[in-house]
């Protein structure tokens, strides 16, 4: 199935689109920050599918560092609540980052630090440093 990732419709209003979306086999994927309390997370959990996108920091993605074990702490508490996979991403800058990321989530999302690669690419270098980029990646997690 291919999903929606719903980023700006608040999950207390969206019931009956996450059921649209179910309905013509798409997913709805809802965002859990650092923040999200446990009612929250039932909430979510309760409609979405697919997976449960983890946004790991406060704030702008791609600014700072990860910490780790915060990150798998709330992921731990996350899996609690849902048996669906649980992707972490904001803030996975390189392979190290990839690497850690992926010991305690189900996927690794790569936003920002991607964006930076095309941007800070020459057009005949682009496509030679965003596989680059994603071979490294690849490679860290396994």
Known sequence: MDGVLTVDYPPEECQEFAQLLQAHQL???FLLSPTSDRQRIDMITQQ?????????????????NLDIEEVGSKVASIRQQTDLP??????VRDAATAKAVAAVADAVVVGSRMVQEIEGSSEDQLLNNVVKLTQELRAAIG
């Not at 979405?48 to 700072?64: E, H, N, R």
């Not at 649980?86 to 803030?91: A, D, K, L, R, T």
């Open 86 to 91: 649980i992707g972490v991403g904001f803030g």
């Open 48 to 64: 979405a599918s697919g997976f449960i996108y983890y946004v790991s920091l406060k704030g702008v993605t791609g600014s700072k």
């Open 27 to 29: 997913d709805a994927i």
